[in-house]
Antibody, heavy 125, light 107 residues
């Protein structure tokens, strides 16, 4: 059974650093892209970035480039999302999700088939 | 950047058909998928590649995509289908784009 299990809720102060995790099991972790998605309170889904654990190839949404760092430890089947200096506006639920799909003739079908349970990050002074 | 627009809300009576639209420039030239998200839960994929259903998703969920609009249709809507629904596509410049989301209320 495919599972993505995320680390627990965090409460941090502005300016602090944070690294949350997403551990995959039940499939070959290194051969599927893992994406990160933000959901601010009462708001929609926003794609942040994605990593291929096999070689750590990483892509970021322009909105999040330079704001977060995505990494992976393939030997322990875990992806990470980290901040060096949190802001109150980083308060949100963060989901990891496994990406499936392919490209053919310039048309790409990319979607997220399994999702983690989400990690609530609260940043408050 | 590429954007996907959905109506904020759709209301439907039990047993009736709910249609949720997702609009974007030349969206029919891209593949669209749909997620269902219930309160306090993670999103669940209900449609991929415009109209394919993952294993375990009821047949009452269907999808289509043409022109500038993709549509998720829920036939014979049940109370359990009350949730937020998001479309998503991939664009070469923006990468992964989510729609603005639609709250489906079963009255």
């Amino acid at each position: 059974e495919v599972q993505l299990v995320q680390s627990g809720a965090e409460v941090k102060k502005p300016g602090e650093s944070l690294k949350i995790s997403c551990k995959g099991s039940g499939y070959s972790f290194t051969t599927y892209w893992i994406g990160w998605v933000r959901q601010m309170p009462g708001k929609g889904l926003e794609w942040m970035g994605i990593i291929y654990p096999g070689d750590s190839d990483t892509r970021y949404s322009p909105s999040f480039q330079g704001q977060v760092t995505i990494s992976a430890g393939k030997s322990i089947s875990t992806a990470y999302l980290q901040w060096s200096s949190l802001k109150a506006s980083d308060t949100a639920i963060y989901y990891c999700a496994r990406r499936l799909g392919y490209c053919s003739g310039g048309r790409c079908s990319y979607f997220f088939d399994y999702w983690g349970q989400g990690t609530l990050v609260t940043v408050s002074s | 950047s590429y954007e996907l627009t959905q109506p904020p809300s759709v209301s439907v009576s039990p047993g009736q058909t709910a249609s949720i639209t997702c609009s974007g420039d030349k969206l029919g030239e891209k593949y669209v998928c749909w997620y269902q998200q219930k309160p306090g839960q993670s999103p669940v994929l209900v449609i991929y590649e415009d109209s394919k259903r993952p294993s375990g998703i009821p047949e009452r969920f269907s999808g289509s995509n043409s022109g500038n609009t993709a549509t998720l249709t829920i036939s014979g809507t049940q109370a359990v289908d009350e949730a937020d629904y998001y479309c998503q596509a991939w664009d070469s410049s923006t990468n992964y784009v989510f729609g603005t989301g639609t709250k489906v209320t079963v009255l």
